[in-house]
Nanobody
């Protein structure tokens, strides 16, 4: 059974930092591209950033320079380090693991963790 479990969310003041974790089980973690997404109330889910199996990262313009994604394959964990948080960063943050191989895509989601940034 595949599981992705996020943790580390909470309430933080504007300008503060948080680090989210996403622990995977049931998959060959090192083969997967990990993505962090967020969804604010009343808005569509948006991609925050990704880290490939080769640890190449990519970020949305809205978080570039403030957020950092990393991974620890031995611990089957992906991280989202968030700094200089602003109220507009308030959302449910979810991790995603995807692998495309031989024409077959495997795609898994975590349940999400709430991040609330106060003024």
């Amino acid at each position: 059974q595949v599981q992705l479990v996020e943790s580390g969310g909470g309430l933080v003041q504007a300008g503060g930092s948080l680090r989210l974790s996403c622990v995977a089980s049931g998959i060959l973690f090192s083969d997967y591209t990990l993505g962090w997404y967020r969804q604010a109330p009343g808005k569509q889910r948006e991609l925050v950033g990704t880290i490939s199996s080769e640890a190449m990262t990519d970020y949305s313009d809205s978080v570039k320079g403030r957020f950092t994604i990393s991974r620890d394959n031995a611990r089957k964990t992906a991280f989202l380090q968030m700094s200089s948080l602003q109220p507009e960063d308030t959302a449910v943050y979810s991790c995603n693991a995807v692998r495309k191989r031989f024409g077959l895509e495997r795609n898994y989601w975590g349940q999400g963790t709430q991040v609330t940034v106060s003024t």
